[in-house]
């Protein structure tokens, strides 16, 4: 029932006009008498008629509650809730957001100069950076221009908090589907919501400012902006690209790696022009030699190889062979050898991290490698050891597993590969990625059984003896942090191992197999020292609680 002008609730707020209205509730502009000023006022219900002509009974939303205990310039504030039982609506009052949405500026103006989207993405990317920091966070879930509201002096507000929820760690998927078709990221509909998927929503959202490109309808295919407008940075293209990718790990992480970008995108400009140079450097080179081809033919040929050969043969720093090998790989990109050349490199040096793995692989999937050779099956052999043994990614077991297991697979699935060497421990390596893959689904559903456990400690026995052929100088660190989460696996699992069968002797077998090899080690590194020690310390104890639990789990069958 529409609220006449004039109408003063509680007291106090006098009803001006309707601002907006939804299914079961209307907003209007409010005066407040007492403090003269103006509220927005959300009126629902207190009894409604649901789609299939169910009475409902409203109460209080969840995003109110929510919503009063945030406090940031970007978040509407609740200010006051009027909830009488024998009054039949509900009353919300909140600011009153002064504005345009940014959906009805694309529609009057089209897309949006580029140096204001990123000033409004930086806003919103602190908003969220806010909502995901709260114990626990909250995910925001509608990111899309109609919720976000452009304020005369040039600052955004988000609004329409009602399917913002809470994230909880153990909660594997959120009961519905909840988001703007387009907008929403491909968790939204049946997987878990999480950060990233605010990250995927404000890259989509972006998108849709600088394009005008409506990603709503079923026909809408997605498209690198520059393609709609070559003038927009190649930066903001990258950042973009990167916050939509389709699987959450291959996103920004949360909103500080994101922050950091939009702020530096034109250092990204800067590296993708540089990089645009040397491929013109490298087609200008090419041209010229295309030429000398037609006139000495073999003589080219052979100076071209010779060239390579060079580049990859240096010798010198670290810096120094790195980039006489990236030099190579621009001369013949298609040739495996530089490629394995950065790899001993990155190895030799000990340090493989997000910098080094997004120079490597932008390099890597522009070649035009064939896929059915040897060579090829060596090299992302050598790259998934890379990431297993090498990677810092987020610093954990998991994510070398996880970063190092699709080159495993490409080997393991390639009908041309099976006669490859290293065949058998590739497959070893895929084994623990398809496990760890699965494991948080598997193990939500109670649905690990005896045979996937049984897979995992076969895949973690052969990973410590192949551990005997890594002899960098990091070798004791990089031993000992695997080491340690075998250990721990064995400890912190002990219950669902023996609940599922899994043979004691075997496990213990393992424990004790992590124990020695770790009593072999010298290390002088005081993180690897510290790693070493807390393994050798907490064995007895390991021990002792594995042999209980597995007692007690034989007690209970009996």
Not at 239 to 253: E, G, N, S
Request: net charge negative; aromatic share 12%; charged share 25%.
């Amino acid at each position: 029932m529409a609220i006449e002008r004039g109408t003063v609730i509680d007291g106090k707020y006098e009803i001006l006009k309707e601002i907006g209205r939804g299914g079961m509730s209307v907003v209007y502009l409010a005066m407040d008498n007492r403090l003269n000023k103006q509220w927005a006022v959300k009126v629902l219900q207190r009894q409604g008629i649901g789609k299939n002509n169910e009475v409902i009974i409203n109460k209080v939303p969840d995003d109110t509650e929510l919503m009063k205990r945030l406090d940031h310039p970007a978040i509407p504030r609740i200010v006051d809730i009027i909830d009488r039982e024998d009054d039949p609506q509900i009353y919300i009052v909140m600011d009153y957001v002064e504005g345009e949405s940014l959906d009805k500026i694309l529609d009057e103006f089209g897309a949006q100069p580029q140096d204001l989207v990123i000033d409004w993405a930086k806003q919103i990317c602190d908003t969220l950076g806010y909502l995901h920091s709260q114990k626990p966070p909250i995910i925001y879930r509608d990111m899309k221009p109609a919720n976000i509201m452009l304020k005369p002096e040039g600052n955004i507000k988000l609004i329409d908090f009602g399917i913002a929820r809470e994230y909880k760690e153990q909660s594997l998927a959120d009961t519905t589907a909840l988001g703007t078709r387009g907008y929403a990221s491909p968790e939204h509909f049946g997987g878990r919501t999480d950060a990233r998927s605010d990250i995927y929503t404000l890259g989509m959202t972006m998108h849709h400012l600088l394009t005008g490109a409506d990603p709503r309808p079923k026909s809408y295919e997605y498209i690198p902006i520059r393609e709609y407008n070559p003038e927009l940075s190649s930066g903001l293209e990258h950042i973009i690209d990167k916050c939509t990718a389709w699987d959450p790990d291959d996103r920004y992480q949360n909103c500080n790696e994101l922050m950091y970008d939009l702020e530096h995108y034109t250092e990204i400009d800067d590296n993708f022009k540089k990089k645009q140079k040397n491929k013109l450097l490298t087609f200008i080179i090419a041209l010229g030699l295309a030429i000398v081809f037609l006139v000495v033919g073999v003589t080219s040929n052979f100076m071209v190889s010779h060239q390579y050969d060079n580049m990859i043969a240096v010798s010198g720093s670290y810096d120094d062979k790195v980039k006489s090998y990236y030099e190579a790989v621009n001369v013949s990109p298609d040739d495996t050898r530089a490629y394995s050349k950065i790899l001993d490199a990155y190895e030799g040096n000990g340090k493989f991290g997000q910098k080094e793995s997004q120079k490597f692989i932008a390099a890597f999937n522009k070649a035009n490698f064939n896929k059915s050779s040897g060579d090829y099956h060596e090299l992302i052999y050598k790259l998934g050891l890379t990431y297993f043994y090498l990677y810092t990614g987020d610093n954990t077991f998991r994510s070398r597993v996880q970063a190092a297991g699709p080159y495993f697979k490409e080997i393991v699935e390639s009908t041309d590969a099976a006669s490859f060497n290293n065949y058998s421990t590739a497959e070893n390596y895929y084994r623990m990625y398809s496990f760890y893959s699965e494991f948080i689904l598997k193990s939500s559903k109670n649905d690990i059984q005896k045979k996937d456990y049984d897979e995992l400690l076969k895949s973690f026995s052969k990973c410590l003896n192949n551990l005997e052929n890594y002899k960098n100088n990091d070798a004791s660190y990089v031993k000992l942090t695997i080491f340690q989460e075998i250990f721990n696996f064995l400890n912190t699992y002990r219950n669902s191992l023996a609940t599922c069968k899994v043979d004691e002797q075997t496990v213990l077998s393992l424990l004790d197999m992590v124990y020695s090899k770790t009593n072999t080690l010298a290390p002088t590194a005081e993180e690897s020292i510290k790693i070493r020690d807390t393994i050798l310390n907490n064995y007895n104890s390991y021990k002792e609680s594995i042999e209980t639990t597995y007692a007690n789990v034989a007690e209970r069958s009996n």
